[in-house]
């Protein structure tokens, strides 16, 4: 018996990019899935755009306060019918073979949780790509969250992540922090002892910050929200979350060696790891302008990543204070 599946969106206003994630939906190979929509609390009207797909997919709409995301998804799982729950983003546009390989995948890699990767649409502008590049590329964060050679602990994402519904009710479902809810959710499985893996044929476009600034704050978020996850998990902290900070002190001690003592071998190194991002993402991208904007984006993440993850720890670490009183934000409303 092939695996049942119900998709859990949560989403907030974000109704072009619904109407883009719903389309991709009908052109599944396989049309036997049902799509919850939790509409979470948003500030326009999502219904115009599902009543041009009720006749076409099986949705069931569902409209709840302001919350979050992680609370919405609780909220779009207890309502599930299916044996097996998956979770994508508002904002993300799946392959027509998305569902017949996920049932595939189910079947021939016993798990019981699983994530996907996401990749750069063609029709994605210039900026997209080149944000797309940087937090997937194996010079910067994106390169050490895991991949199909660790697939016993790849941490699955919740723009492309799926759970057994009885695994999910087991561990709570997503816990009551509002960003870094989808790895603190893994490490959870994994303290409870359930498997999670990677399935490489399930990516998704993620169109993720549409420019710098915006993507600058999200990236800040996540390395705000990273010691707390190391609390959290003591058992599966890592050094390597600890580089964009390395990286931003590295350069701005360069400056300091430039100008105190005329040395420029550590911007020499940060030279060096320019050229490889420029030429690699021209190599990925064949594009030379997005490669051009993948450097300022790699930096960007890097930066902000650094930043918020070096500010959390201090607070935590250094001040003491509880997660919930250094980074409010970063909690669901009770």
Request: charged share 25%; glycine share 8%.
């Amino acid at each position: 018996m092939k695996p049942t599946i119900s998709i859990v969106v949560a989403i907030f206003n974000r109704k072009d990019e619904l109407f883009e994630l719903l389309n991709s939906l009908t052109q599944q190979t396989d049309k036997d899935f049902e799509i919850i929509i939790v509409d979470d609390g948003s500030l326009i009207d999502l219904k115009p755009t599902i009543k041009n797909f009720e006749e076409i997919l099986d949705i069931k709409y569902f409209r709840k306060d302001n919350s979050g995301p992680g609370l919405s998804r609780n909220y779009g799982a207890k309502r599930a019918e299916n044996e097996w729950l998956v979770f994508v983003d508002s904002d993300v546009i799946v392959e027509k073979d998305y569902i017949e390989n996920i049932k595939k995948d189910i079947v021939e890699i016993p798990c019981d949780a699983f994530g996907g990767a996401d990749k750069a649409h063609k029709g994605f502008n210039l900026m997209q790509k080149a944000i797309s590049y940087s937090m997937t590329s194996v010079f910067t964060t994106g390169g050490i969250r895991g991949n199909k050679k660790a697939v016993s602990k790849f941490q699955p994402r919740s723009f492309n992540m799926g759970v057994k519904k009885e695994v999910f009710e087991k561990v709570g479902g997503f816990s009551e922090m509002r960003i870094g809810e989808d790895p603190d959710l893994s490490m959870t499985l994994w303290e409870k002892g359930f498997t999670t893996a990677f399935f490489d044929n399930i990516g998704v476009y993620h169109k993720r910050r549409v420019d710098f600034g915006k993507f600058s704050k999200q990236v800040y978020q996540f390395g705000c929200a990273r010691p707390i996850l190391n609390q959290r998990h003591p058992n599966y902290v890592k050094i390597s979350f600890a580089f964009p900070t390395l990286f931003l002190l590295g350069y701005i001690f360069g400056f300091i060696e430039y100008f105190l003592l005329k040395e420029r071998v550590v911007l020499t190194f940060y030279g060096f790891y320019t050229f490889l991002v420029f030429f690699h993402a021209l190599i990925v991208t064949k594009n030379i302008s997005i490669a051009g904007m993948a450097v300022i984006s790699t930096y960007i993440q890097m930066f902000s990543y650094g930043y918020g993850f070096l500010k959390s720890w201090f607070l935590l670490n250094v001040m003491r204070m509880k997660p919930e009183d250094a980074f409010p934000k970063h909690f669901h409303k009770k």
